[in-house]
């Protein structure tokens, strides 16, 4: 019943209602069976938990605000959060974290985070909500936050001496809660002391490079990729959620913190620079890579307090790494340098020298290496000197560019290509039409794989179609760019309508509604560069028609512009043929 009015504004009485009639019970069979270690026992736990959580996840019930309601639930909350739960660290993956016991103490944190963050926290309140929730924030604040923050800081040291396991998913969720409470000063007070701790313990050791990032980087380099660079669904995940509360640590109380993680990072730098080749920890050189490259907004910019030693953290830590003998080493060290690329440096030619040396990455042996570097080229262009340099190794960069495509659906990488077309629109005449090709196959590759998922839809993992979507889009959209940047040579896009009608034709005729934008726009760019509707433009219109007859009137908009093409430019064709005259004018009165 709770799940079915949670969001439901109009029936939230319903769900005050038994909040105040039901809930009381429900609290007092959690609050017996918190200290049995019996599986039925947990399961009713977490059951319980479950549901508080789906009360208060659009709002909060009048009677969870009383004091007393507080403490109860606060108190069952706590004890299953400091619950000692047996495990073999040998065995324990994240498989345990689907057990009644480890499911309980995740539903009890994250009843306690929603609590805080929607109605607890004053820093969070909208301003609109402020006279709401604002007397319920006092109270959490002053009687619940400080013992809840101290289990927190507690399990987190019990998880960093191996006393305590936390899953993926509770690591995020306490990242997030304390995050929440960097923001409100009451709390901040109350964490300020453990900051060093934290970092050193809690969050360094989440963003160095772990064992299950090496066996999906061995297993499958693809989705490695994937969930670096192009992150759909980063909502708890832990190493972006440790990442997020440094970023937080650093922005919102950058006078008590920046100092105590640049030292932090130093010293491992320092350690690891200084220990003979054999006894490096590379992981160790990834994870302060790692946030250095979370940080540079902060770092990077003019006024960062460290502006004066960027250039030697790039030369001296960074760009060594593009020859080490891992892998991932290399790959985080191009994600750096890209994050400061905007890095200035005293002798131009060094950037000529690291270009040179990214180069060379491109034809790395390992995917994610390349991907990596191909991202690191991207800020390169807006150098002039490296562009110049760039555009001498154009053919052989734009065949890596198409590659990558070719091994790998990322929005990401076709955003790169793109650039590159605009940037370098004059010289892509040569290889306009391999390059169309490419992205042609390309886009029926990914429309086919998407094909092949949807057709068994109780097994269709609905993300990955969405990821494959975006992909097309992507490709269609730098096939739209490389287009118009050919205005100059008429007779390339003549030639290259011949490569991309066929995929404007796909789509249409298959009612891909999500791509209609994308190839409207690649039929107007065709024919208003070469002022023009050639015989390949008017192949389409009876299929542009037909999908207008269907499904396309709610898409006249994004028609528009290629039908006034048709009528401008082939206006000998309009005078003459009555059938076209009498599809445009069917058009008109619809």
Request: charged fraction near 25%; aromatic fraction near 10%; include cysteine.
């Amino acid at each position: 019943v709770i799940k079915v009015f949670r969001y439901s504004v109009p029936n939230r009485e319903v769900v005050d209602e038994i909040a105040k009639e039901l809930f009381p019970q429900v609290q007092k069979i959690a609050a017996d069976a918190v200290s049995s270690n019996d599986d039925l026992a947990m399961r009713m736990v977490w059951i319980s938990f479950k549901s508080y959580y789906n009360c208060i996840q659009s709002g909060i019930p009048t009677s969870f605000k009383e004091p007393e309601n507080l403490v109860a639930w606060g108190t069952c909350f706590i004890k299953m959060i400091e619950k000692p739960i047996a495990f073999d660290r040998e065995t324990i993956s994240e498989d345990s974290a689907q057990e009644p016991a480890w499911k309980a103490k995740k539903w009890a944190i994250r009843s306690v985070n929603r609590l805080y963050c929607r109605y607890g926290n004053p820093a969070l309140l909208p301003a609109g909500n402020a006279k709401k929730h604002g007397a319920f924030a006092k109270l959490f604040t002053a009687n619940f936050l400080p013992q809840i923050l101290q289990v927190y800081l507690k399990q987190i040291e019990g998880f960093t001496t191996g006393h305590v396991w936390m899953s993926l998913r509770v690591r995020g969720l306490i990242s997030q809660f304390l995050a929440d409470c960097v923001k409100e000063k009451s709390a901040w007070k109350l964490l300020k002391p453990h900051v060093e701790g934290i970092v050193s313990h809690f969050i360094f050791p989440q963003m160095c490079f772990s064992e299950a990032d090496q066996e999906l980087w061995e297993d499958n380099p693809v989705e490695y990729v994937q969930k670096r660079i192009d992150p759909i669904d980063d909502f708890g995940v832990a190493n972006i959620a440790a990442s997020n509360l440094l970023v937080d640590f650093a922005i919102d109380r950058k006078k008590a913190t920046l100092s105590i993680i640049l030292d932090f990072v130093n010293k491992v730098l320092a350690t690891y620079s200084q220990s003979p080749e054999d006894a490096r920890d590379p992981r160790s050189k990834d994870g302060a890579l790692n946030m250095m490259g979370a940080l540079c907004s902060v770092l990077g910019s003019r006024k960062s307090p460290i502006a004066d030693k960027l250039q030697e953290f790039v030369l001296t830590h960074i760009v060594p790494e593009f020859t080490s003998k891992y892998g991932f080493l290399r790959a985080r060290a191009l994600d750096t340098f890209c994050r400061y690329s905007n890095v200035e440096f005293s002798d131009k030619r060094i950037l000529g020298s690291v270009f040179e040396s990214v180069f060379t990455l491109l034809n790395d042996p390992e995917l994610p290496v390349r991907v990596h570097a191909a991202l690191a080229l991207q800020p390169m262009i807006e150098n002039v000197e490296i562009r110049d340099i760039i555009a001498q190794h154009l053919p052989n960069v734009m065949q890596v560019f198409l590659n990558l495509t070719n091994e790998i659906d990322s929005d990401t990488i076709t955003h790169v290509i793109e650039e590159f077309v605009e940037v370098f629109a004059d010289k892509m005449a040569p290889f306009a039409l391999q390059l169309g090709q490419q992205l042609c196959d390309t886009f029926m590759r990914v429309m086919g794989d998407t094909a092949v998922s949807t057709q068994d839809m109780s097994s269709t993992d609905i993300e990955d179609i969405s990821d494959k979507t975006m992909a097309a889009a992507g490709v269609l959209k730098t096939l739209g760019t490389l287009v118009i940047n050919l205005e100059s040579s008429p007779e390339v896009v003549y030639r290259l309508e011949e490569v991309v009608f066929p995929v404007v034709r796909y789509v249409l005729e298959q009612r891909l509604i999500d791509l209609y934008d994308e190839v409207f726009e690649i039929l107007d760019c065709c024919m208003f560069s070469v002022k023009s509707v050639s015989p390949n433009a008017w192949s389409l219109f009876g299929t542009i028609y037909d999908c207008f007859k269907n499904d396309g009137i709610d898409f006249i908009e994004e028609m528009l512009p290629s039908l006034d093409n048709y009528v401008g430019y082939g206006t000998d064709v309009v005078a003459s043929n009555s059938d076209v005259q009498a599809r445009l004018f069917d058009i008109i009165e619809t």
